[in-house]
């Protein structure tokens, strides 16, 4: 008789998207008449800068001629791709990563999820509370984090770094020590940064201690202040400690067409093998690469035309994250986030938990947000919503919230 992977069984609940999804479902099915604004998962709503869609265009023509036809993309992804990258992500903001330490691939939640596997089960990692649920979840799904305990919310084996207010949101070096750090910033979900002297903290400690950080730079495009580090490889050090994630979902708007890429330096070793030998191996095995029209489509991101459109998609961004904050910060909510990242970390008023105040948003305001904890015992009582709807939206939802 099969048996099954028994650590599934220690999730608790649904994927959090799921439930809210399954929830605002509900919700519509029984009250048809109204009109949600979604501001719940980061998901993007404006449409791909034109520069992208003719490459996308003329990468399809290329498909329908013998000559020009791709079959199976080089599995780390193709070298137009990743020069660009190692260029303009890289090189260009005085960072040593080569193009073939670029893995492309179709998204950085695959590959945030994927990355634990090169690693010993018997590795503890320290995470973020609030945190991005899949990097917790997929910890779980391979065994590394033992049981969860449903009083402290937590798994007993993993260490949790708390994020809060008095700390700006900002994990301390732990007093346990880890093998593997998740980090993200600009952070998912409290829009919190660190500058770059408080990331070198973070490599020096984990060249220090032998221990790997795997840095999530989805946001990056949303950095504005120039303390902030738009790469852990600003930071000296970090080529030896350190992998990082990229996405091409916030920056391009990608969600609906995935694309994304991981960085790991060659210098990155435990003992004799690199890290990225392994990766390598793992790609090579599990995964087809990304499909080509969609990588001409990052190719497009960078080049002058792409550059300057979403420059101005950002923008328009932005500017809805700094409606959401200037707006509740009227209506007398305690905010943080918004500047640098597109997500606004919010109080919830009134000592309500995070599902109530999911569900009076819900149903007075019609508005969907992520309830805080869905995130991590330290979300409790917070709430987080998304620059990413229309602006028209944005502004609709922000006077429903004050008109309650
Ligand atoms: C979020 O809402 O946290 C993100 O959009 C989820 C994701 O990028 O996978």
């Not at 949600?36 to 998962?41: A, K, N, T, V, Y």
């Not at 301390?172 to 660190?194: M, Q, R, S, V, W």
């Not at 992520?370 to 979300?379: D, E, L, R, V």
Request: proline fraction near 5%; hydrophobic fraction near 35%; glycine fraction near 8%.
């Amino acid at each position: 008789m099969y048996k099954i992977n028994e650590n599934y069984l220690k999730l608790p609940g649904s994927y959090l998207f799921s439930t809210i999804g399954k929830k605002v479902r509900a919700f519509e099915a029984a009250n048809p008449d109204k009109k949600i604004i979604r501001l719940g998962i980061g998901d993007v709503t404006q449409p791909l800068a034109p520069a992208i869609i003719e490459a996308l265009h003329s990468a399809v023509d290329e498909m329908s001629q013998a000559e020009t036809f791709r079959g199976y993309a080089p599995d780390l992804g193709y070298e137009f791709l990743r020069n660009v990258i190692a260029q303009k992500d890289y090189k260009d903001r005085g960072c040593a990563i080569e193009a073939d330490e670029i893995f492309v691939s179709d998204g950085a939640k695959c590959d945030s999820g994927n990355i634990q596997e090169i690693f010993s089960v018997d590795n503890k990692i320290a995470v973020c509370d609030p945190v991005y649920p899949v990097y917790v979840d997929t910890n779980v799904m391979a065994g590394r984090t033992g049981e969860y305990d449903e009083l402290t919310q937590n798994f007993k084996d993993v260490i949790y770094m708390p994020c809060l207010a008095e700390n700006g949101f900002a994990p301390e070096l732990p007093t346990e020590t880890p093998d593997l750090i998740y980090l993200c910033f600009p952070n998912n979900p409290t829009g919190a940064t660190i500058t770059k002297a408080q990331l070198q903290e973070w490599v020096d400690y984990a060249n220090r201690v032998g221990a790997v950080i795997i840095y999530d730079a989805a946001y990056e495009a949303y950095i504005v202040e120039p303390e902030v580090p738009h790469s852990i490889y600003e930071c000296e050090g970090a080529r030896t400690c350190a992998i990082e994630l990229h996405s091409f979902s916030k920056n391009a708007g990608f969600t609906g067409v995935r694309l994304g890429y991981t960085v790991v330096p060659k210098d990155l070793k435990c003992g004799d093998v690199t890290l990225h030998s392994l990766w390598a191996r793992r790609h090579g095995t599990k995964y087809n690469g990304a499909p080509y029209i969609i990588q001409r489509a990052g190719e497009a991101v960078y080049s002058e035309k792409g550059q300057a459109q979403l420059k101005e998609q950002i923008a328009y961004y932005q500017k809805n994250a700094s409606t959401i904050l200037q707006g509740l910060k009227e209506a007398g909510y305690t905010v943080s986030g918004g500047v640098n990242a597109p997500y606004i970390w919010l109080k919830a008023p009134n000592g309500m938990t995070s599902w109530e105040f999911f569900d009076y948003l819900l149903e007075k305001a019609n508005v969907v947000g992520t309830p805080g904890s869905g995130f991590g015992a330290n979300g409790e009582t917070y709430f987080r919503l998304t620059a990413f709807g229309s602006y028209e939206n944005t502004v609709e939802a922000i006077d429903r919230i004050k008109a309650l």
